[in-house]
């Protein structure tokens, strides 16, 4: 997979506005673009792969996602609330990390706990309750952002807003930002890393977890902020992108088996694998057409929209048998 990943890179470095590796006064910039944009679908995908397999520790439920539970939308909302908010008081809008970063993180937060709160029966979690509430609120947080869409706001607000909605990659986010963006997600991969071991003993009972030296509360605690910040970044830098913290982590466990100390990096390597597949693939349709990259929302969705089904087949009706 890593084998894998680096040729995709090199492949993405030769796709731009025709293929192959840049050359002559502006070749520098152009490369320089490229890399950029390739760092940001690293990136992304390895966050939402990575909040995926959060997700699916602290809600055990292996439907769970950032993007099904509303984490996605609701950072869009924050993102989107901030710029209007920035606009209507007057304020200088920028695209500064903490800008972006913080509106989105107070958006997926508020998401999540509202998913987490809500989807739960006297205190024990529902699984298929939890999926329900996510799709809702994920209803809900886009007519919200509609409503803000249509709000006066900056010139040209409008349309980035609707094109970054569908999942597309900033070209125009400094370096500084992507970076951050990228430390702060590396940071949260390498944390679940080392408590892949508790997210072991997490997917076993309650007493079973405890009597393992779990301390299953402090674990969910961090798993819900990380899954959160992870989320957020993801959204900054590309908008809400589904399905990919669905599909990576089942890839994942597929390929090296259920330990999480192999899951989480797997899954990050698959997350980067298929933004970066999604990106290129949007950049060749460019090239060929010359209409313009196509969303990678679109690519993500199709995917993993069939493997969502395929995945929720064995819950229908289990109620009924």
């Known amino acids: 997979m890593l084998l894998m990943l680096i040729g995709l890179v090199i492949l993405r470095l030769h796709m731009g506005a025709s293929f192959g590796w840049p050359v002559g006064e502006y070749a520098e910039i152009a490369l320089h673009l490229r890399g950029l944009r390739a760092t940001e679908a690293i990136c992304v995908g390895a966050a939402l792969a990575a909040g995926g397999v959060a997700l699916q520790v602290l809600l055990r439920n292996p439907l ?20 209007l908010l920035s606009y209507q008081l007057g304020m200088a809008i920028q695209a500064g990390v903490l800008a972006n970063h913080l509106g989105a993180l107070i958006g997926s937060m508020i998401s999540l706990v509202l998913v987490y709160a809500i989807g739960q029966r006297k205190g024990v979690i529902d699984p298929l309750g939890l999926l329900l509430v996510g799709i809702i609120l994920s209803s809900i947080n886009g007519s919200i952002i509609m409503l803000i869409n249509y709000l006066p706001g900056p010139a040209g607000l409008r349309e980035d807003l609707s094109r970054w909605m569908m999942g597309y990659l900033h070209e125009s986010l400094a370096q500084s930002t992507v970076i951050t963006i990228c430390v702060i997600t590396g940071i949260g991969i390498a944390i679940l890393w080392r ?16 009597s393992m030296g779990v301390r299953l509360k402090r674990l969910r605690i961090i798993l819900f902020v990380i899954s959160g910040v992870l989320a957020s970044g993801a959204v900054v830098l590309a908008g809400p992108v589904a399905f990919v913290g669905l599909v990576c982590p089942h890839v994942a466990r597929l390929l090296v088996g259920p330990t999480h100390r192999l899951v989480i990096p797997a899954s990050v390597l698959c997350g980067a694998i298929l933004i970066l597949v999604a990106d290129s693939f949007s950049t060749w349709i460019d090239i060929l057409t010359n209409r313009g990259r196509l969303p990678i929302g679109i690519f993500t969705a199709v995917i993993g929209g069939v493997s969502f089904l395929w995945l929720l087949r064995p819950q229908l009706g289990r109620n009924n048998s």
């Open 64 to 83: 769970a996602e950032p993007y099904i539970l509303g984490l996605s939308s609701g950072a869009a909302v924050g993102v989107m609330a901030q710029m």
């Open 195 to 210: 408590l892949a071991s508790d997210m072991d003993a997490a997917t076993f009972p309650s007493e079973e977890a405890h």
